[in-house]
């Protein structure tokens, strides 16, 4: 069974730096898209960034700049460096990939906090 973990979460000071990694295991032969998004209380996940198999990046537009995708394919793993934070930053970030494991499905990690505060 595909599984997401993500890791990296945390309390960080406004102009601070966080590392969110999220790792995908359990019978994978391929991962396409990775993307990361984040959803603060009431209001609709956001898509922040993805990352195709081949390496394109795409940024929403209040991160370009401050946060950048990458992904390590050997560990099926995509990372999520997040620079000169933000207060509106804060929020729960989930990682999603698009999987073949079997057939083609799309997976969700269980989200991990980020707050930006001082």
């Known amino acids: 069974q595909v599984q997401l973990v993500e890791s990296g979460g945390g309390l960080v000071q406004p102009g601070g730096s966080l590392r969110l990694s999220c790792a995908t295991s359990?019978?994978?032969?391929?991962?396409?898209?990775m993307r990361w998004f984040r959803q603060t209380a009431g209001m609709e996940r956001e898509l922040v960034a993805r990352i195709t198999s081949e390496g394109n990046t795409l940024y929403t537009d209040s991160v370009k700049g401050r946060f950048t995708i990458s992904r390590d394919n050997a560990k099926n793993t995509v990372y999520l460096q997040m620079n000169s934070l933000k207060p509106e930053d804060t929020a729960v970030y989930y990682c999603?990939?698009?999987?073949?494991?079997?057939?083609?499905?799309?997976?969700w990690g269980q989200g991990t906090q980020v707050t930006v505060s001082s």
């Open positions: 359990g019978g994978i032969f391929s991962i396409s898209t």
């Open positions: 999603n990939a698009i999987v073949l494991s079997g057939g083609l499905g799309d997976y």
